[in-house]
Nanobody
Framework: QVQLVESGGGLVQAGGSLRLSCAASGRTFRSYGMAWFRQAPGKERDFVAAISGVGSIIYYADSVKGRFTISRDTAKTTVYLQMNSLKPEDTAVYYC????????????????WGQGTQVTVSS
């Protein structure tokens, strides 16, 4: 069983930065693929970024490539999402997810989800 707790969301002006954190419990964290998804009001939950267990495989959505960076600190069992050059269209609830099998852009691959953290970017 893995529990995920996100933090770091908030209100920021366009062009600003935020760093989201996802604290994971569970002794097998090192083997899990981790990802961030986001969901804006009235829209589906979309893929943002993902990282494999050892960090050797990383995926980004085209909309965030070059602006967002995903990383993980295995010792602290934490995954981060550094978000720079934020845009109003980045406004959403951001969710952390964990996969016991593999890293993927597909939300159906993920077994565990956090409660989400709100990110609001003002213009």
């Amino acid at each position: 069983q893995v529990q995920l707790v996100e933090s770091g969301g908030g209100l920021v002006q366009a062009g600003g930065s935020l760093r989201l954190s996802c604290a994971a419990s569970g002794r097998t964290f090192r083997s899990y693929g981790m990802a961030w998804f986001r969901q804006a009001p009235g829209k589906e939950r979309d893929f943002v970024a993902a990282i494999s267990g050892v960090g050797s495989i990383i995926y980004y959505a085209d909309s965030v490539k070059g602006r967002f960076t995903i990383s993980r600190d295995t010792a602290k069992t934490t995954v981060y999402l550094q978000m720079n050059s934020l845009k109003p269209e980045d406004t959403a609830v951001y969710y952390c997810a964990a996969s016991a099998s593999y890293v993927s852009r597909n939300r159906d691959a993920y077994d565990y989800w956090g409660q989400g953290t709100q990110v609001t970017v003002s213009s």
